[in-house]
């Protein structure tokens, strides 16, 4: 799955540790979604949407 959350993060000048406090996860879980070594829950994939404002398929597709 391809996603855009490094990028929507940097646009949005918030660290991973400052988003994972923000939506209630870990720094690890964040790095992990940007690396591509973890897919995110449908939960957590709408809870990101909703913090930065934007469709689920915005920030992540299923494209390599």
Known sequence: MR????????ENDITQEELAKEIGITRQT?????NGRYDPSLKLAFK?????ECDVSDLFSGGE
């Open 3 to 10: 996603n855009e959350l490094k990028v929507y993060r940097a």
């Open 48 to 52: 990101l949407s909703e913090y930065f």
């Open 30 to 34: 964040i790095s992990a979604i940007e």
